[in-house]
Nanobody, 115 residues
Framework: QVQLVESGGGLVQPGGSLRLSCTTSGSIPSINNMGWYRQAPGKQRELVASISSGDSTNYAYSVKGRFTISRDSAKNAMYLQMNNLKPEDTAVYYC?????????WGQGTQVTVSS
């Protein structure tokens, strides 16, 4: 059974940084792409950043230049380095992976940006 687990969330002041990690377990023959999503209260879940099997990346306009997505293919792990955090970045962050045409989700990790 494939499982994804996020970690690294927490409370940080505006302008601070956090590094989120997504680790996977179970039988994973290959991962086509992985991504980070977030959902804030009263808003729809949105794609924050994604990375393909070929390491092509895509970012939401709101985080471009501040967040960096990366992956470790050997470990089937994914990371999100978040710098210059803003209060509007507050949300539950979810990692997701597309594995042989099926989308898997982690349980989410809370990121709160507040002074």
């Amino acid at each position: 059974q494939v499982q994804l687990v996020e970690s690294g969330g927490g409370l940080v002041q505006p302008g601070g940084s956090l590094r989120l990690s997504c680790t996977t377990s179970g039988s994973i023959p290959s991962i086509n792409n992985m991504g980070w999503y977030r959902q804030a209260p009263g808003k729809q879940r949105e794609l924050v950043a994604s990375i393909s099997s070929g390491d092509s990346t895509n970012y939401a306009y709101s985080v471009k230049g501040r967040f960096t997505i990366s992956r470790d293919s050997a470990k089937n792990a994914m990371y999100l380095q978040m710098n210059n955090l803003k209060p509007e970045d507050t949300a539950v962050y979810y990692c997701s992976a597309l594995i042989i045409l099926r989308r898997y989700w982690g349980q989410g990790t809370q990121v709160t940006v507040s002074s």
